[in-house]
């Protein structure tokens, strides 16, 4: 079973607002990753890390950033929410040399 | 680019009738075809990943296949708790590990 949380499950704010959804993994996997998926559609990777203090972005342009201070740590910040950023965010994490991922329950937002 | 397409969009089926899911791709040397489902309001969990064309990969009622322009997923004999989304993503060998595309998805509905 994997064990990778991600809070919060929901959230509901206004416009302008910044926010940050987190991400543990207790597997200790090197990779780490933030997918978006907005309803019925597919998964787009929009953040990468190959470690700590290594981030890339993604094939998505987002406007979201990432840090990678701990291992099992991945945050997602976004300055200033605008309505366009509702979507289900997706955590994931995964040994270095395999794409088998490990999904998180996923942090559902809706930006007003 | 590599792109993945995904059939039917969704299906319905009674208990215990067969069918099969259809996932075609294109991509610059694949490294690997994985098999996701996920669950309504949840994180997509690994199935399957195949490497070359041929490979099978069995788990109880779904085995996998993999020719060199598409996989099929067989569902053979399914019950109702086999209902949920089935995601199919290649990892091309031009990319890092992890980075994969998905494809948008097959709904898939057992009635008892």
């Known amino acids: 079973e994997a064990d990778i949380y991600q809070t919060p499950r929901y959230l509901v704010i206004g416009t302008g607002k910044k926010i940050t959804l987190e991400c543990s993994q207790t597997?200790?996997?090197?990779?780490m990753y933030w997918y978006q998926q907005d309803p019925g559609m597919e998964l787009h990777l929009i953040h990468y890390?190959?470690?700590?203090?290594?981030?890339e972005k993604g094939d998505l342009s987002s406007e979201s950033t990432v840090s990678r201070i701990r291992t099992e740590h991945f945050p997602l910040t976004l300055e200033s929410a605008r309505p366009s950023h509702t979507s289900q965010y997706l955590c994931?994490?995964?040994?270095?040399?395999?794409?088998?991922?490990?999904f998180g329950e996923g942090s559902r937002l809706t930006v007003l | 680019e590599d792109q993945v397409t995904q059939s039917p969009e969704a299906l319905r089926l009674q208990e215990g009738e067969s069918s099969s899911l259809n996932c075609s791709y294109t991509?610059?040397?694949?490294?690997?075809l994985f098999w996701y489902r996920q669950d309504p309001g949840k994180g997509p969990e690994f199935l399957f990943t195949?490497?070359?064309a041929g490979e099978e990969k069995e788990k109880e009622r779904l085995k996998a296949t993999l020719t060199k322009k598409e996989s099929f997923l067989h569902i053979t004999a399914p019950k109702p708790e086999d209902s949920a989304t089935y995601l199919c993503?290649?990892?091309?060998?031009?990319?890092?590990?992890?980075?994969?595309?998905f494809g948008q998805g097959t709904i898939l509905t057992v009635h008892p």
């Open positions: 597997m200790g996997h090197d990779k």
């Open positions: 195949l490497y070359s």
């Open positions: 993503a290649v990892e091309s060998g031009g990319t890092s590990y992890g980075k994969l595309t």
């Open positions: 890390s190959y470690g700590v203090n290594s981030t």
């Open positions: 994931a994490s995964s040994e270095l040399r395999t794409g088998e991922l490990f």
């Open positions: 991509v610059s040397g694949l490294r690997g």
